[in-house]
Nanobody, 132 residues
Framework: QVPLVESGGGSVQAGGSLRLSCATSVFASGTYCVAWFRQVSGKGREGVARIDSHSGSSLADSVKGRFTISSDNAENTLYLQLTFLKPEDTAMYYC??????????????????????????WGQGTQVTVSS
């Protein structure tokens, strides 16, 4: 098991910022994929950003220029910096991890995924609410 524990969500006004954190031990493995997803009530999970141990980071087009994904491997922590937040960013945000390389970005970044099976481990989620 690879426990994932998110923190940092909250309520902000449009244009505001938040930083989400995810504690995970997956970085200890040589090859991994870590990612942030978000989910609006009644809809599936949409990939927002990912870090692949070999190819680096990538973001969904809808958040480029506003969100930043990073990690502190020594601290076993994944981050998602959210800036210039919009009401449409309101969602439950989840971190996810897998041993092995990330799937192709087009499979999950900016897309509601049909299956969560590639990502073996999921956090409990942290709510982000953006008011106009």
């Amino acid at each position: 098991q690879v426990p994932l524990v998110e923190s940092g969500g909250g309520s902000v006004q449009a244009g505001g910022s938040l930083r989400l954190s995810c504690a995970t031990s997956v970085f200890a493995s040589g090859t991994y994929c870590v990612a942030w997803f978000r989910q609006v009530s009644g809809k599936g999970r949409e990939g927002v950003a990912r870090i692949d141990s070999h190819s680096g980071s990538s973001l969904a087009d809808s958040v480029k220029g506003r969100f930043t994904i990073s990690s502190d491997n020594a601290e076993n922590t994944l981050y998602l910096q959210l800036t210039f937040l919009k009401p449409e960013d309101t969602a439950m945000y989840y971190c996810a991890a897998a041993f092995g390389r990330c799937p192709p970005d087009k499979w999950f970044l900016g897309t509601v995924i049909s299956s969560t099976s590639h990502f073996h481990y999921w956090g409990q989620g942290t709510q982000v609410t953006v008011s106009s």
